[in-house]
């Protein structure tokens, strides 16, 4: 027996040994990795062209890297910075050493309209300053093309198309699979427009849906025609989708002539002819093979060109659901957010604040926390002001409302004035299988809410009582803050989703501008100029360990990972697994996030999908997704 016992700890010291090494090799072996990546970025040439390859999406705020996924191998290697994107552009704009700004839009992961006009924009500056921008694909689709119309050359890869489709396409509806399973969805709700819970409790999208989800995707749509017609004139963008089939035709089947007949691109070519063309510009690449141009990536460059600190106009960023709690970044923890005015307000060299908005809401209870501390800024006399990104709907426009003035853009997607929850229950489904359940309470509510048993009228009739206090508390905000009658509220609320332009017309935001304009409005009202009317952004701080696994990320095995979408059907297969994450998350969030929530669902198709972890992809998430076929 001795005998035994001892061979089992020789054996468990052998293994406790061998994965100690393994951890070092892999420590030493990242370490390396990274620092190879950090080498051979900072030996970019010191003049040429400014090479963004936008390969992942652009949003607000990136989430942290799941650490998990990075050293499975999953992929997770994060996003751009929205506001790091249009820094290197604007600074290119003046910089000598910059001679062009080549997009490289291959595999393009995409962000919300407002985010492409702010980037579309910045590039203009380019072009204003003399320069050159120049932008290849082999696929572009409504955001990647958006983006290449503000480039002095389009070009498309021979064997290339223009996909533009416009916003819009089908949602999913559980009724069918719930009634099947059994399981009884109880809702609680507020406002003739709020559908976020219909998927739950109806097989096709109400009236009321319909109608605010048309007009919704028709102002959206009229936004991105305008942008794109008025930075490319030449584009016939209706025509080409008018009639895509007969102008196919007309150019012998090839879809990238067809977009060169319709004036979408400008030349066609493949990466060497195009690289070739980039470096009789910027000039050719010192240690590349013949033909390569000088080309400085984005993270070099934003490496030897630091955002400024000095500024007293703290910008304090609410991006992704909003949730109780704490929250790493791309998320709104509403205790986090929170925390950071804090910080802002223990500053004594800030002297305003502009909140940034790109969330579709989530828990009304985490909402509030932010709105309190937003108040409690304005308060102390700091003048608060609110930027709306590509959405600020729910809570993300509950929080808007402790502020003196609110900027969105044409394109912004806001409003979304209700309250709702909803819980299931399982007691049908467990007697299908046989399982009941019984047994005593002290008053009406003990054991409430019963998912086992079966939800009690008495519960039904708190939970729905606790709904209508909140939006009730909702519409009184809003009619404080805006200045109207809560009656007027209600009318213009009802969960409603409104575009910018129509929010404007309904006093929902005062005026319309980008988060420059907020921080000059804000530093305006605070009596600042000069270098001390600048931003200073206030960011989550980061997991270190996240921080350095992202350092071996470099841009080249950036551009090996990703999938690019070079014909209609590759980029298909890309949309449906972008379309199962965004179900995934929105289920997670319902069966996981707040029981009573300002949340805006359907806001989230015009946002990006959380990318899967590979611990999603590996558990019940990524079952579910190879069960639907999108994985």
Same mark, same amino acid.
Request: hydrophobic share 45%; with cysteine.
């Given at each position: 027996?001795?005998?035994?016992?001892?061979?089992?700890?020789?054996?468990?010291?052998?293994?406790?040994?061998?994965? %100690?090494?393994?951890?070092?090799?892999?420590?030493?072996?990242?370490?390396?990795?990274?620092?190879?990546?950090?080498?051979?970025?900072?030996?970019?040439?010191?003049?040429?062209?400014?090479?963004?390859?936008?390969?992942?999406?652009?949003?607000?705020?990136?989430?942290?890297?799941? #650490?998990?996924?990075?050293?499975?191998?999953?992929?997770?290697?994060?996003?751009?910075?929205?506001?790091?994107? %249009?820094?290197?552009?604007?600074?290119?704009?003046?910089?000598?050493?910059?001679?062009?700004?080549?997009?490289?839009?291959?595999?393009?992961?995409?962000?919300?309209?407002?985010?492409?006009?702010?980037?579309?924009?910045?590039?203009?500056?380019?072009?204003?300053?003399?320069?050159?921008?120049?932008?290849?694909?082999?696929?572009?689709?409504?955001?990647?093309?958006?983006?290449?119309?503000?480039?002095?050359?389009?070009?498309?890869?021979?064997?290339?198309?223009?996909?533009?489709?416009?916003?819009?396409?089908?949602?999913?509806?559980?009724?069918?699979?719930?009634?099947?399973?059994?399981?009884?969805?109880?809702?609680?709700?507020?406002?003739?427009?709020?559908?976020?819970?219909?998927?739950?409790?109806?097989?096709?999208?109400?009236?009321?849906?319909?109608?605010?989800?048309?007009?919704?995707?028709?102002?959206?749509?009229?936004?991105?025609l305008d942008n794109v017609a008025k930075a490319r004139p030449a584009a016939k963008v209706r025509d080409y989708l008018a009639d895509p089939?007969?102008?196919?035709?007309?150019?012998?089947?090839?879809?990238?002539?067809?977009?060169?007949?319709?004036?979408?691109?400008?030349?066609?070519?493949?990466?060497?002819?195009?690289?070739?063309?980039?470096?009789?510009?910027?000039?050719?690449?010192?240690?590349?093979?013949?033909?390569?141009?000088?080309?400085?990536?984005?993270?070099?460059?934003?490496?030897?060109?630091?955002?400024?600190?000095?500024?007293?106009?703290?910008?304090?960023?609410?991006?992704?659901?909003?949730?109780?709690?704490?929250?790493?970044?791309?998320?709104?923890?509403?205790?986090?957010?929170?925390?950071?005015?804090?910080?802002?307000?223990?500053?004594?060299?800030?002297?305003?604040?502009?909140?940034?908005?790109?969330?579709?809401?989530?828990?009304?209870?985490?909402?509030?926390?932010?709105?309190?501390?937003?108040?409690?800024?304005?308060?102390?006399?700091?003048?608060?002001?609110?930027?709306?990104?590509?959405?600020?709907?729910?809570?993300?426009?509950?929080?808007?409302?402790?502020?003196?003035?609110?900027?969105?853009?044409?394109?912004?997607?806001?409003?979304?004035?209700?309250?709702?929850?909803?819980?299931?229950?399982?007691e049908e489904s467990l007697a299908k299988i046989g399982i009941t359940s019984d047994g005593v309470k002290a008053t009406p509510l003990s054991?409430?809410?019963?998912?086992?048993?079966?939800?009690?009228?008495?519960?039904?009739?708190?939970?729905?009582?606790?709904?209508?206090?909140?939006?009730?508390?909702?519409?009184?905000?809003?009619?404080?803050?805006?200045?109207?009658?809560?009656?007027?509220?209600?009318?213009?609320?009802?969960?409603?989703?409104?575009?910018?332009?129509?929010?404007?017309?309904?006093?929902?935001?005062?005026?319309?501008?980008?988060?420059?304009?907020?921080?000059?409005?804000?530093?305006?009202?605070?009596?600042?100029?000069?270098?001390?009317?600048?931003? @200073?952004?206030?960011?989550?701080? @980061?997991?270190?360990?996240?921080?350095?696994?992202?350092?071996?990320?470099?841009?080249?095995? #950036?551009?090996?990972?990703?999938?690019?979408?070079?014909?209609?059907?590759?980029?298909?297969?890309?949309?449906?697994?972008?379309?199962?994450?965004?179900?995934?998350?929105?289920?997670?969030?319902?069966?996981?996030?707040?029981?009573?929530?300002?949340?805006?669902?359907?806001?989230?198709?015009?946002?990006?999908?959380?990318?899967?972890?590979?611990?999603?992809?590996?558990?019940?998430?990524?079952?579910?997704? #190879?069960?639907?076929?999108?994985?």
């Amino acid at each position: 027996m001795m005998s035994l016992v001892k061979t089992a700890w020789k054996l468990l010291v052998a293994v406790k040994d061998a994965l %100690v090494l393994l951890l070092l090799i892999l420590f030493f072996t990242l370490l390396y990795a990274g620092l190879k990546a950090a080498r051979t970025q900072d030996g970019a040439p010191s003049s040429g062209a400014l090479h963004l390859v936008l390969d992942r999406p652009v949003v607000e705020q990136p989430s942290e890297i799941d #650490r998990y996924t990075m050293v499975a191998g999953g992929g997770g290697l994060g996003e751009y910075r929205l506001r790091d994107v %249009v820094r290197a552009i604007d600074r290119a704009a003046d910089d000598k050493a910059i001679k062009a700004v080549v997009l490289d839009l291959d595999g393009f992961g995409g962000g919300g309209q407002v985010a492409m006009q702010r980037i579309g924009t910045a590039l203009d500056r380019v072009r204003a300053a003399g320069k050159p921008v120049l932008a290849r694909a082999s696929y572009y689709d409504d955001a990647g093309y958006m983006l290449a119309a503000h480039a002095s050359e389009v070009w498309l890869d021979p064997l290339g198309m223009v996909g533009v489709t416009g916003p819009g396409g089908s949602g999913l509806y559980f009724k069918g699979l719930i009634d099947r399973l059994g399981v009884k969805a109880h809702v609680y709700r507020v406002g003739t427009f709020k559908s976020a819970i219909e998927p739950f409790t109806q097989t096709e999208q109400s009236p009321e849906a319909r109608t605010a989800n048309e007009a919704l995707v028709e102002a959206i749509w009229s936004d991105w025609l305008d942008n794109v017609a008025k930075a490319r004139p030449a584009a016939k963008v209706r025509d080409y989708l008018a009639d895509p089939i007969g102008l196919l035709r007309s150019s012998g089947g090839d879809t990238a002539k067809a977009a060169l007949a319709a004036g979408l691109v400008d030349k066609l070519g493949d990466p060497a002819a195009f690289a070739k063309h980039v470096a009789g510009i910027a000039g050719e690449s010192a240690n590349g093979a013949d033909g390569d141009y000088a080309a400085i990536p984005l993270s070099t460059y934003l490496r030897r060109h630091g955002e400024s600190t000095s500024g007293q106009v703290a910008v304090v960023t609410v991006a992704g659901e909003i949730v109780d709690g704490e929250a790493s970044a791309g998320t709104a923890g509403g205790t986090s957010i929170a925390n950071l005015i804090g910080d802002v307000m223990e500053d004594d060299s800030i002297k305003a604040l502009v909140l940034r908005v790109d969330s579709p809401g989530g828990s009304a209870a985490a909402s509030e926390e932010i709105r309190l501390a937003l108040a409690d800024a304005r308060g102390r006399g700091l003048p608060v002001v609110v930027s709306m990104g590509n959405v600020a709907a729910s809570g993300g426009y509950w929080v808007s409302t402790a502020s003196d003035m609110i900027f969105a853009e044409p394109a912004t997607i806001t409003g979304s004035i209700g309250v709702f929850g909803i819980l299931p229950s399982f007691e049908e489904s467990l007697a299908k299988i046989g399982i009941t359940s019984d047994g005593v309470k002290a008053t009406p509510l003990s054991g409430e809410p019963d998912i086992i048993g079966g939800v009690s009228p008495q519960f039904h009739q708190l939970a729905q009582a606790s709904v209508e206090d909140i939006y009730s508390k909702f519409i009184g905000l809003v009619a404080d803050a805006r200045k109207m009658t809560p009656q007027r509220v209600d009318e213009i609320g009802q969960g409603r989703v409104w575009a910018g332009g129509m929010a404007h017309q309904l006093k929902l935001v005062d005026r319309f501008g980008g988060i420059e304009d907020a921080v000059a409005e804000a530093a305006k009202r605070a009596e600042l100029s000069g270098d001390a009317a600048a931003p @200073r952004y206030f960011d989550p701080e @980061r997991d270190p360990v996240s921080q350095f696994l992202g350092m071996f990320a470099s841009e080249d095995a #950036r551009i090996a990972e990703r999938g690019v979408s070079r014909d209609l059907l590759s980029h298909a297969a890309r949309q449906q697994r972008m379309t199962a994450a965004r179900v995934i998350s929105d289920l997670r969030g319902l069966i996981e996030g707040a029981s009573i929530r300002a949340d805006c669902l359907e806001c989230r198709a015009f946002m990006q999908a959380d990318p899967l972890t590979a611990r999603e992809q590996a558990g019940w998430v990524g079952a579910m997704l #190879r069960w639907t076929g999108a994985l």
